[in-house]
Structures are given as structure tokens and as C-alpha cells.
């Protein structure tokens, strides 16, 4: 998440909201995001509900969830999905960061 916070406003310059949703419950994530004075936004999904309906994978002998990065459009519509295999399986922001300018160009 560091490497979202790193380029955060640049997020936001093209018109974008990060979101992030972890498994974990409500009091663990607030105390999480105060801690690490994180400025996006932060969606406990205790019962994995929302992280199913987009695919996140939880393998237990990986200890948790796989990282999983997915941009929807202000229509609603998935427009780049990124299923890692392990934490360190994520795609750089200026990959994300590029494909925002070519979604903002259409």
C-alpha cells in the first residue's frame, strides 16, 4: 500500500478513487489506516463477499489473500484486472497510471 500512497495524487489528477478492501474487520482496518495515516479509502470485507464477486483468491498456505488489482470505470465496468500469484506480484502505478490516460483520452 505504500506504493499507492507514494502516487495517490496522481490517482486523483486523472480522475480516480483508490479503494482498498481487505478480509479483515472494521476495528482492524481503522486502527490499520490510522496507523499508517493512509488517504485512500479502506472497506473492511469481514466475509469476503465483495473480494469474491471480483475474484480475489485466499490461499491459506500462502497466508491470506493474493493481491489482486481491478479498475472499474465511472460506468461500473471492469476495464483492467491484475490477479497476482504473491505480494510481491504487482503491477507498478505507472502501468495503472497509463491506462487511466488512455481510458480518460476515449
Known amino acids: 500500500m505504500a506504493q499507492l500512497r507514494q502516487d495517490y495524487n496522481q490517482f486523483r489528477e486523472r480522475g480516480a478513487e483508490v479503494v482498498v ?3 479483515e474487520n472494521a476495528t482492524a482496518f481503522a486502527k490499520y489506516w490510522a ?3 493512509l488517504p485512500f ?3 473492511p470485507d469481514p466475509e469476503l463477499a465483495v473480494l469474491r464477486q471480483y475474484g480475489q483468491e ?3 498456505l500462502r497466508l491470506g ?3 489482486a488489482q481491478i479498475l ?3 460506468r461500473r465496468t471492469a ?3 491484475h490477479y497476482g500469484h504473491g505480494m510481491s506480484d504487482i503491477p507498478p502505478n505507472a502501468e495503472i497510471l497509463g491506462l487511466l490516460e488512455r481510458l480518460n483520452a476515449e
Open 35 to 37: 496507523a499508517n495515516d
Open 58 to 60: 485466499v490461499k491459506i
Open 41 to 43: 479509502i479502506g472497506l
Open 79 to 81: 476495464r483492467f484486472a
Open 65 to 67: 489473500r493474493m493481491p
Open 72 to 74: 472499474i470505470d465511472k
Open 21 to 23: 478492501l481487505g478480509p
